[in-house]
Nanobody, 118 residues
């Protein structure tokens, strides 16, 4: 069973930056290449929403509210997917979850809190 380990959350002032990382320890490289990876977030009282996604061909897509501010990338050597978040806003405050999909199997990380103070 694959597992995902997130890191990089924290508290930042509005306009600041954070970098989230999601590692898939023990995943062999050929499998990692084939993973579709994504970051979701869930704010209190709201549904979980897709923030950014990168597929096995490194195609990316983003929710409109983060376009131009967030960048998702895949680091094959570290078996990790990163989310660089710039120009953060208070409405970005949420628990951020990493997700992987591979051959019909979905795995979620435990979540990491991001808090943006105004």
């Amino acid at each position: 069973q694959r597992r995902l380990v997130e890191s990089g959350g924290g508290m930042v002032q509005a306009g600041g930056s954070l970098r989230l990382s999601c590692a898939a320890p023990g995943t062999i490289l050929s499998t990692f290449w084939g993973l579709d990876m994504a970051w979701y977030r869930q704010a209190p009282g709201k549904d979980r929403e897709l923030v950014a996604r990168i597929d096995s061909d490194r195609n990316t897509n983003y929710v409109d509210s983060v376009k131009g501010r967030f960048t998702i990338s895949k680091d094959n050597n570290k078996r990790a997917v990163n989310l660089q978040m710039n120009s953060l806003k208070p409405e970005d405050t949420a628990v951020y979850y990493c997700r992987s999909d591979y051959r019909g199997q979905t795995v979620w990380g435990q979540g990491t809190q991001v808090t943006v103070q105004s």
